[in-house]
């Protein structure tokens, strides 16, 4: 028969304290609340995003005064809040600062950086999962079946001509577009793969209306970002099985053939408009791609006069107006869009007129250290399940990134925030992977 452990090592059962009892049903809450507004209400979304931060502050307050006292107990919760990417977060904002000091309207750009708080997003529910893992799966479909809904939402508004596109309960297609490459990745993901034969079936049905109301956006970055979703998605079903439906067979006579009747059947509902913007990814001469191509040819006249640290994030249309005059050989419908929007429809010539050479190094570097944080979470997860989700959040990471050639998505506040988010679903398993603490007294 075993002998007892030592009293000094022996763990006592952890008893409930109102105060954190009623902080874990707030942050439940904020957490759900969180997952449910981030496709539909960016009020929503941010008011969410607060409480939960709140949440994480105070619990972990709670958690260093236990520490303090010498009351830790050995838990199954992980209390960690590194990522893996804090570095060049830092020096992303770092640079950020800096611009917005040297620009000409430091106080616009200093409005502006409230953006980059939504990046709480990604750690407050990386902490809330690592602590309650059980929460992982219903927080999942929470945020697959509301997005559902706002499609649906969305395809009705354009059926009833309510409409010229799809943009569901958001401001502007681009942004509606965008927010469907995100979630669709986990849809599709869950359709392929999901544990359960009942949980692929409910994600097939859910990825119909998203696709449509993807398509119905006309949004071509959004077509390219989703591609190269999908892309990342079916990379492991590229294998050499001779198993029937497994590997590449899988690929070729199933997941292929369906994606490509989902886009004839769109193309033939609404012929002109789909098909048009199909053809407008490849078509250097279109309305829309000639805007970007002058834009851009300006940012980089004006990153040169502004090599380091850019002009500060701020409205950029007077700046071009300082660079450039109105062309009478281009159309005036081209014309107004190039020198009425106040960004460059790029991420990445955005970021190099606003921050400079070196915002765009530290941006480059922080999503590149997202990227391999998300990476060694894989390797930390022996769990299937919670790999497919933190695959999907790769692949909507790499969507984001690809869309983000064509337009201004780090600078739509609905965007980024959806964006950390299904990141810190990602980073549920903690970067060093799991740690208990033992009781001292």
């Known amino acids: 028969?075993?002998?007892?452990?030592?009293?000094?090592?022996?763990?006592?059962?952890?008893?409930?304290?109102?105060?954190?009892?009623?902080?874990?049903?707030?942050?439940?809450?904020?957490?759900?609340?969180?997952?449910?507004?981030?496709?539909?209400?960016?009020?929503?979304?941010?008011?969410?995003?607060?409480?939960?931060?709140?949440?994480?502050?105070?619990?972990?307050?709670?958690?260093?005064?236990?520490?303090?006292?010498?009351?830790?107990?050995?838990?199954?919760?992980?209390?960690?809040?590194?990522?893996?990417?804090?570095?060049?977060?830092?020096?992303?904002?770092?640079?950020?600062l800096i611009s917005t000091a040297l620009s000409e309207l430091p106080l616009a750009s200093l409005r502006n950086l409230r953006h980059l708080l939504t990046i709480l997003g990604a750690y407050t529910v990386a902490f809330s999962l690592r602590r309650r893992p059980e929460w992982r799966k219903p927080l999942l479909w929470t945020f697959i079946g509301v997005a559902t809904i706002a499609a649906i939402w969305g395809l009705a508004e354009y059926a009833l001509g309510l409409s010229r596109k799809v943009q569901s309960t958001q401001g502007t297609t681009m942004t509606w577009g965008a927010l469907c490459v995100m979630?669709?990745?986990?849809?599709?993901?869950?359709?392929?793969?999901?544990?359960?034969?009942?949980?692929?079936?409910?994600?097939?049905?859910?990825?119909?209306?998203?696709?449509?109301?993807?398509?119905?956006?006309?949004?071509?970055?959004?077509?390219?970002?989703?591609?190269?979703?999908?892309?990342?998605?079916?990379?492991?079903?590229?294998?050499?099985?001779?198993?029937?439906?497994?590997?590449?067979?899988?690929?070729?006579?199933?997941?292929?053939?369906?994606?490509?009747?989902?886009?004839?059947?769109?193309?033939?509902?609404?012929?002109?408009?789909?098909?048009?913007?199909?053809?407008?990814?490849?078509?250097?001469?279109?309305?829309?791609?000639?805007?970007?191509?002058?834009?851009?040819?300006?940012?980089?006249?004006?990153?040169?006069?502004?090599?380091?640290?850019?002009?500060?994030?701020?409205?950029?249309?007077?700046?071009?107006?300082?660079?450039?005059?109105?062309?009478?050989?281009?159309?005036?419908?081209?014309?107004?869009?190039?020198?009425s929007i106040g960004h460059f429809h790029s991420n990445y010539f955005t970021i190099l007129v606003c921050f400079g050479a070196a915002g765009l190094l530290a941006f480059a570097w922080l999503m590149i250290a997202v990227w391999r944080a998300l990476g060694v979470a894989i390797k930390n997860t022996p769990d299937e399940s919670n790999r497919l989700i933190i695959l999907a959040g790769r692949a909507a990471l790499l969507g984001f990134l690809v869309a983000g050639l064509f337009d201004w998505t780090f600078g739509d506040a609905e965007v980024v925030t959806m964006l950390w988010f299904v990141i810190g679903m990602g980073l549920a398993t903690p970067v060093g992977g799991q740690t208990t603490e033992m009781r001292t007294s």
């Open 183 to 339: 979630f669709l990745s986990f849809t599709l993901q869950m359709a392929l793969a999901a544990p359960s034969r009942r949980e692929r079936w409910l994600a097939r049905l859910q990825f119909l209306p998203q696709i449509f109301a993807m398509f119905f956006s006309l949004v071509r970055g959004a077509y390219v970002g989703f591609a190269s979703s999908i892309i990342y998605l079916l990379k492991p079903y590229w294998s050499n099985s001779k198993e029937p439906f497994s590997g590449r067979r899988l690929l070729l006579q199933r997941i292929f053939p369906v994606l490509l009747l989902l886009v004839i059947i769109t193309t033939l509902i609404s012929p002109q408009t789909v098909q048009q913007r199909f053809a407008a990814i490849f078509d250097l001469k279109a309305g829309s791609t000639q805007v970007r191509l002058i834009q851009w040819k300006h940012a980089l006249a004006i990153a040169a006069d502004h090599p380091f640290f850019g002009v500060g994030w701020r409205d950029l249309q007077a700046v071009l107006r300082q660079y450039a005059a109105p062309d009478p050989n281009i159309s005036e419908s081209i014309t107004k869009d190039v020198f």
């Open 1 to 96: 028969m075993a002998a007892a452990p030592p009293a000094s090592l022996r763990v006592e059962p952890q008893r409930a304290r109102p105060v954190t009892s009623v902080l874990d049903k707030v942050e439940t809450f904020a957490l759900f609340a969180f997952a449910a507004s981030v496709s539909l209400s960016i009020a929503g979304a941010h008011i969410s995003l607060g409480l939960l931060t709140l949440c994480m502050a105070a619990q972990s307050a709670w958690r260093m005064a236990q520490r303090a006292e010498g009351k830790t107990q050995l838990v199954t919760e992980n209390w960690q809040l590194k990522t893996g990417f804090e570095w060049p977060l830092l020096a992303f904002v770092t640079v950020a």
